[in-house]
């Protein structure tokens, strides 16, 4: 019975991919950290920004699941999925998505006024993801919009106001994550030309891609280097850019036009140590400002 319980729990976060949490929530924690200057963040801001970074991720994927799942089902490399393989069913996914949203909903009503006022726009994002793939080559920028949203979400948690230095900071973090995603969508690029769907790689190859991903981590570094020089950071602030540059060069050394057999360990290992990486040097400035 126990191991069923246990065999059942593993597959819900297998759907939504729970590990994967780690590109996000370091971000809105570290926008919470700097957005609070020369103080630390109200335990309970940032427990219901942790609770609303969760259930909203949480809500997200599964309906991404439930929504590709047809589209999975004809993907040998997404075939074994909870939902195409018949695991969880789709009505369990809805349920999922459903709750997850109503406890996202709750926890960001308990946030300043400015987070109950972007909710719409931040749910809009997520669900739209979801779709396109279906219509635009972009999809890669608003997935990154979606993540660049959450952790400006920490920011405005303890803000309460939208100004340059947070949106400098969504901007590096959706420029970031649409940069690695557009590199894990390469696995997929005949499977998507095939079958009508839309993604940078699928529009213009395997080499186009990978230099558009470069450049969109410029942009990333660029963006954080920029809020560096107009907000009040220490040494700790640069040591982490320049740690996370140095894995974002990493991660492109890699992968190759001729070699992609090392795409996971960039996409998941490398820009796992980037999220993490920022905010531990951030925590650091923080202890030591």
Known sequence: MIRKIKAGI???????KFEHTIFALPFALSGMLLASLNKWPDINILIWVILAMISGRTGAMALNRLIDA???????RTANRSIPSGRIT?????????????IMTFAVW?????CRQLFPVAIFILVLY??????TNLSHLVLGAALGAA?????LAVSGRIDSPVILWGVAVTFWVAGFDIVYAIQDIDFDRKNKL???????????SLLISKLFHTVTVISLLILGIIYPVNYFYWAGILFATGMLIYEHSLISENDLSKINVAFFNTNGYVSIGIFLFILLDKIFR
Not at 90 to 102: D, G, R
Not at 151 to 155: E, H, L, M, T
């Open 70 to 76: 047809d589209i999975d089902k004809k993907n040998p």
């Open 151 to 155: 952790a400006s979400g920490g920011w």
């Open 198 to 208: 839309f993604s940078i790689p699928a529009w213009l190859g395997v080499k186009k």
């Open 10 to 16: 593993n597959e819900y976060f297998e759907l939504i």
């Open 110 to 114: 308990q946030l300043p006024l400015i």
């Open 130 to 135: 979801s779709y396109t793939k279906r219509f």
């Open 90 to 102: 789709k009505l369990s996914a809805l349920i999922l998505v459903i709750s997850s949203f109503l």
